[in-house]
C-alpha cells in the first residue's frame, strides 16, 4: 500500500498565507473575494468582519465590506456554525442553512417554546408575538428597517421578561425580544442590516428576510454537508476530522460522511495525525516570501482549526485566548502567532511579541501597526471577548 503524502508545519503555513490572501501579492480587489476565501468570517463582533477584510484587501479599507454587506447584499450575515452569527457569501447561504442553520434553528425553537410556556406563555402567545414583530418590519416606512428598541416600542410583547433557569444557580430574567428575535434572525424570517452609528456597531436595524426554507431532507442536508466541507477543505485543508468536527458543530458521524461523499484524501501530517485534503489538492506549495499581519479577535484564521500548535505555540495561548477559548487580536509573522495587539484610547496601535522573531520581522509588524493605526483613524476598536494581553495592552 502506498505511503499516504505528508504535510509538515511548513506546508501547512505556506497554504494559510496563500489561500487566506495573507501571502504578498495575493490582497484581493473586493471584499465578496475575501469572504468566499475564508468560507464564513466571525460576525458575533461586529469589527471583526471588518478587519478580517481590510487585512486582506490589496487597498484595505472598511468602504467596500459596508458596500457588498449593505448596498448590493452580496456578503450576509447569518447564524450558522456552532450557532455563531457569521458573514458569508450569498451564494452560501442556501447550502449553510440547509447543513447546518435548519437543525439549529428548530433546536432553538424547541427551548423557546418550553422556556415561554414555563412562564404562562403558550404556543398561540408566541405565534402572535411573532407575526406582530414581522407586521411592524412589513409596516417600516424606512427601507433600512427597525432597531431592536424600535421594535419594542411596536411590539409591547417584546418587552416582558421571562424567568429561565428557575431553581438553579443561573437563574435570571431574560427580554422576551432578546429570545424571539434571536429566533427569528437565525430562522432567516428576519436580517440584519447597516447599524446605528459606525461599523464597530452592534445595534443592527432589521428588515424582514425572504421565505423561510422548509427544514430540509436528510438528503439534502447530507448534500449540503458535503458541499459545505469540500469548500472548507480547499480552504483549510489539510486539515483533521476534528478540526472539522469543532469548526462545523456537526457530529462526529456527519462529518465522517461529508468527507467521504467529497472523496477527501487522507495525508499525513507532521505529528503523526491523519488530515484530509481534497482529490485534486495533494500537490505543496511554495513557500511566500516574508509576511507579517495584525489580524483582529476572532479572525477566520486564528479560529480556523481546533488543533492550532503548527501556528500558535501552546505557551502563548493563556496571553491570547480568553476563558471561553476565543482568540484576541493577533501579530502573525511568515504563519505563526508571535504576539497581540490593541488599540489604546488614544487610538495607538500597541502590539507585544511573545517570542522575538528577528529584526525583520519586527520592522514588518511595526509597518503593520502604523497602516492599521491609519486605517482605523477616529474609530476606537474593543474587542468584544477580552483576553489577557489585550487588556493589558491597553491598560
Known amino acids: ?47 471583526t468582519v471588518f478587519l478580517a477584510v481590510a487585512a ?28 455563531t452569527l457569521f ?40 405565534a402572535a408575538a411573532e407575526h406582530a414583530v414581522l407586521d411592524a418590519l412589513a409596516a417600516a416606512a424606512s427601507p433600512d428597517g427597525l432597531t431592536g428598541s424600535q421594535l419594542s416600542e411596536s411590539v409591547p410583547q417584546l418587552r416582558e421578561t421571562i424567568d429561565y433557569g428557575v431553581g438553579t444557580s443561573y437563574q435570571t430574567s431574560q427580554p422576551v425580544g432578546m429570545r424571539l428575535l434571536r429566533l427569528l434572525g437565525m430562522e432567516g424570517a428576519m ?27 436528510p438528503a439534502e442536508r447530507a448534500a449540503a454537508q458535503a458541499g459545505l466541507a469540500a469548500r472548507w477543505l480547499a480552504s483549510y485543508g489539510p486539515a483533521t476530522e476534528d478540526d472539522l ?29 491523519t488530515g484530509f485534503v481534497l482529490p485534486d489538492d495533494l500537490a505543496p506549495e511554495p513557500a511566500p516570501a516574508p509576511w507579517a499581519a495584525l489580524l483582529p479577535a476572532l479572525d477566520p484564521t486564528a479560529m480556523g482549526w481546533k488543533h492550532r500548535d503548527w501556528y500558535l505555540a501552546p505557551e502563548h ?10 482568540l484576541g487580536p493577533t ?32 520592522r514588518a509588524v511595526t509597518a503593520e501597526a502604523a497602516a492599521l493605526r491609519t486605517l482605523l483613524a477616529d474609530t476606537r476598536v474593543t474587542p468584544r471577548f477580552r483576553t489577557p494581553l489585550e487588556r493589558r495592552l491597553t491598560s
Request: charged share 25%; with cysteine; hydrophobic share 45%.
Open 1 to 47: 500500500m502506498p505511503a499516504r503524502p505528508t504535510f509538515d508545519d511548513d506546508q501547512r503555513r505556506a497554504r494559510l498565507a496563500r489561500r487566506h490572501l495573507l501571502a504578498p501579492g495575493t490582497g484581493a480587489d473586493r471584499a465578496e473575494q475575501v469572504v468566499d476565501a475564508l468560507v464564513a468570517v466571525h460576525a458575533t463582533d461586529p469589527a
Open 56 to 83: 486582506r484587501l490589496a487597498a484595505p479599507g472598511t468602504a467596500d465590506t459596508e458596500r457588498a454587506l449593505y448596498a448590493d447584499g452580496t456578503v450576509l450575515r447569518r447564524h450558522g456554525m456552532r450557532k
Open 87 to 126: 458573514a458569508v457569501p450569498a451564494d452560501l447561504a442556501p447550502a449553510l442553512y440547509a447543513s447546518t442553520t435548519a437543525k439549529a434553528a428548530a433546536a432553538e425553537r424547541t427551548r423557546l417554546l418550553k422556556d415561554f410556556a414555563a412562564s404562562g406563555r403558550d404556543a398561540a402567545w408566541t
Open 191 to 217: 436580517v440584519r442590516r447597516r447599524p446605528v452609528g459606525s461599523w464597530t456597531s452592534s445595534r443592527h436595524r432589521w428588515v424582514p428576510g425572504p421565505p423561510v426554507p422548509a427544514a430540509p431532507k
Open 245 to 273: 468536527v469543532w469548526w462545523t458543530g456537526w457530529g462526529v458521524r456527519e462529518v465522517r460522511t461529508a468527507l467521504a461523499a467529497c472523496a477527501a484524501a487522507e495525508v499525513e501530517l507532521a505529528d503523526g495525525s
Open 317 to 326: 495561548r493563556p496571553e491570547l485566548v480568553d476563558r471561553s477559548g476565543n
Open 331 to 362: 501579530v502573525w509573522w511568515n504563519g505563526r502567532v508571535i504576539g497581540g495587539w490593541a488599540q489604546r484610547a488614544d487610538g495607538e496601535v500597541a502590539f507585544e511579541l511573545l517570542a522575538d522573531p528577528g529584526t525583520e520581522a519586527r
